[in-house]
């Protein structure tokens, strides 16, 4: 009976040790798969549309990521918001004055019942000029004014139709923080480069992601996302099912996070835990959980079998590679002080992620900016509580206003009309 707990454990810790340790290899052959020829940028407008919401601590220097592209002589950014009182539209006139001539401004009116981001989202693709559309979350930086020309580049080849990349959380200074990107960085980049590498490429992951606009309409739009949790992937999910693939960028975005409250980081591991458990294939949610738990298996193992030399290898396995990972990440920077942080912190966040994992299967709400959402089987969210409104805050432009014109610092506003049936569901209760 002892023998055969001990091959049980084995397997089920061990196994996933060999995966990790295979990240290198299966990242080699990913990103091979993405190198494409040059987008011919004389005849291809370029069309990046970013949602926003609220001031986010580095959001000037991410907007200025996006405007300071130096390798697309025509491309456009999208400044997607509900309404102009919202704090994130002072930082984008801002930068448009100093950059004019490349931002204009997107009002896409209340989202009432929708998800935000895929609101602000199909305005912005309504409002777009562009033949290749580039999603950007406001969080997220280009790491060099070159990237996006390099990130677009694999769209010539007509075989692929989504291109993505992974975000890179970095810049921890609490334990929230730290727990938060050990919860994110390592595994989301090796489940990527896994599933790029040999052919499960019905994904993507929204913080940067690109694909042609008579891809996006073959593939349905955004208007049938519009409640979705993981859009992102449902989005790739579409593309594949017209015969075409997704890869992986080999660089990443950079998310440049300080601090975040354990109540925050709780929120958002229990919303992406949920939503894949609810969004998820049920062997992909399974195999998903057997990776976050590894270290929690291993760590049972060995105090059911504190004298077996094999559990304290496995488990010593685990923790090396899973903190030597989170130290080496590519572009998280490499400061002493910062790699420690992260190759301590990770051991925990996976502890963290195998919890949450657990705790995902018996919830059903979520909350996302103040609002709880019920999740449906699939994925579909339905608001169950908004937050009511600030007090001397102006109210919206009405959802079916149009404002066009040029302000003092040369910011272009439009509301765009949104895809057929998004007006009807914006003032959902």
Known sequence: MRDAFEWMFQGLSGLPLLLFQSYPIHAWVAFRKAHGAPVAEASQRVSVIVPLHGAEPELRSNLRSLLEQDSLADYEVLLCMEDASDDAAAVAEQLSAEIPGRARLVLSGPAGAELGKLHNLMAGVAAANGSLFVFVDGDARLPSRT??????????????????????????????????????????????????????????????????????ERAGGLGRLRRRMLMDSRLAQNVTRLGLRTVVHPHPVLIDRERTTLREMWDQSTRWHVAMFRGLEPWTWVAFGWLRSALLLAVVHLLATPDSLTARGVLTGIVCVRAGQAATLPGAGWRIADV????????????????????????????????????????EMTLVRSPARREGVAPPVPARAATRGIGEAGFFRERPRLESGAEAHRDAP
Not at 352 to 375: E, P
């Open 340 to 379: 420690v942080r992260r190759a301590i912190a990770q051991p925990f966040a996976d502890i963290l992620g195998a919890i949450a994992w657990l705790f995902a299967m018996s919830q059903s709400t979520v909350r996302w900016r103040d609002r709880r959402y019920r999740v449906a089987p699939g994925g």
């Open 147 to 216: 990237y996006l020309a390099k990130f677009i580049a694999p769209l010539a080849n007509p075989s692929i139709g989504c291109v993505t990349c992974y975000p890179i959380y970095r810049g921890g200074r609490d334990l929230g923080t730290l727990l938060l990107a050990g919860l994110i960085n390592v595994d989301l980049r090796g489940t990527f480069v896994v599933r790029s590498a040999w052919g499960g490429g019905a994904f993507a992951n929204g913080a940067c992601m690109a694909l042609r606009k008579e891809t996006l």
